[in-house]
């Protein structure tokens, strides 16, 4: 999928190579990160990680978002983990849009990626 057609939902892995892997939204990224061995990954090659703000529509750290899960809002995918900046608006998109929880960078996992 090109990437550049969601530019709202974009994400993106800089490796220590200073080589990007972009993807579509949250959830396909985490999937790359939780399986790195599978792209013949570890985490020392990793730089930075970024996602795109669902409010503020720029990249900001992923490893310091909060991403609500199970809310009506879709991503290019369907379901997705809505990422957020400030955990007050997760907390606030959290009860505007029906969602069912919010996880940092560390809580998810491949059990409780949207499918």
């Keep these: 999928?090109?990437?550049e057609k969601y530019k709202n939902w974009i994400a993106t892995i800089v490796l220590e190579d200073g080589s990007q892997v972009f993807f579509d939204?949250?959830?396909d990224m985490f999937k790359y990160l939780l399986n790195l061995e599978k792209y013949k990954k570890k985490p020392g090659d990793i730089a930075q990680i970024f996602v795109t703000d669902y409010y503020a529509i720029r990249f900001i750290d992923a490893r310091d978002a909060f991403f609500v899960s199970g809310s009506n809002v879709m991503g290019p995918m369907g379901p997705e983990l809505v990422p957020i900046g400030k955990?007050?608006?997760a907390k606030t998109f959290l009860e505007d849009h029906a969602g069912k929880a919010?996880?940092?960078?560390g809580d998810v996992s491949l059990e409780n990626i949207p499918k």
């Design 1 to 3: 999928m090109y990437v």
């Design 25 to 27: 939204g949250p959830k």
């Design 87 to 89: 955990e007050s608006d």
């Design 102 to 105: 919010i996880l940092t960078f």
